[in-house]
T-cell receptor
């Protein structure tokens, strides 16, 4: 899959602050969106997903927002912790479990 | 509980010497994927199996092959590794239509010397 676009390759935040990572996707037919966290030397780890019939979904300290009008996806992390430091990838697909198209990734750095 | 298991985690191979990476899954997912990931880049899909059907990406070099002997196992064969093949290789699995996310293994870091 080719990349969807990410505009902020590196995001640096203070510990305890909220983080927002953004992603633009290209396929208006995509029905399923997912965020992965990838720590150094490890595989991508599922964080949260959302279907196109929703515009917001919350998990533990994380929220995903979907704006289908402008084809934009964001991941919000509340009270960012040092353990949140990683690269975050968004991905889209036609439905859950189908082939993914990845975004380019954003590196989140948390300053103590 | 590791559900997508890749072995080995680190592999060093000589230039031109065939190497095989393995992946197993305990999820009974019918789709298995192999991705190549280079530093600071998104994973790049090489190919995938939908059940027994092999699907190669158009730009995947012939140097890369795959085998899936059964539902649980999938192998990535690199016939003649070059220096440019040094990367993280990720295996992933999914089951379309069940509403669940694609899950990744921890990857194999391949070094070519």
């Amino acid at each position: 899959g080719e990349s969807v676009g990410l505009h902020l390759p590196t995001l640096s935040v203070q510990e305890g602050d909220n983080s927002i990572i953004n992603c633009a996707y290209s396929n208006s037919a995509s029905d399923y969106f997912i965020w992965y966290k990838q720590e150094s030397g490890k595989g991508p780890q599922f964080i949260i997903d959302i279907r196109s019939n929703m515009d917001k979904r919350q998990g533990q300290r994380v929220t995903v927002l979907l704006n289908k009008t402008v084809k934009h996806l964001s991941l919000q992390i509340a009270a960012t912790q040092p353990g949140d430091s990683a690269v975050y990838f968004c991905a889209e697909s036609l439905q859950a479990g189908n082939m993914l198209t990845f975004g380019g990734g954003t590196r989140l750095m948390v300053k103590p | 509980d590791a559900m997508v298991i890749q072995n080995p985690r680190y592999q060093v191979t000589q230039f031109g010497k065939p190497v095989t990476l393995s992946c197993s899954q305990t999820l009974n997912h019918n789709v298995m994927y192999w991705y190549q990931q280079k530093s600071s880049q998104a994973p790049k899909l090489l190919f995938h199996y939908y059940d027994k059907d092999f699907n190669n990406e158009a730009d995947t070099p012939d140097n890369f092959q795959s085998r899936r002997p059964n539902t649980s196992f999938c192998f990535l064969d690199i016939r003649s590794p070059g220096l440019g093949d040094a990367a993280m290789y990720l295996c992933a699995t999914s089951r379309p239509g069940r509403g669940r996310a694609t899950l990744f293994g921890q990857g194999t870091r391949l070094t070519v010397v």
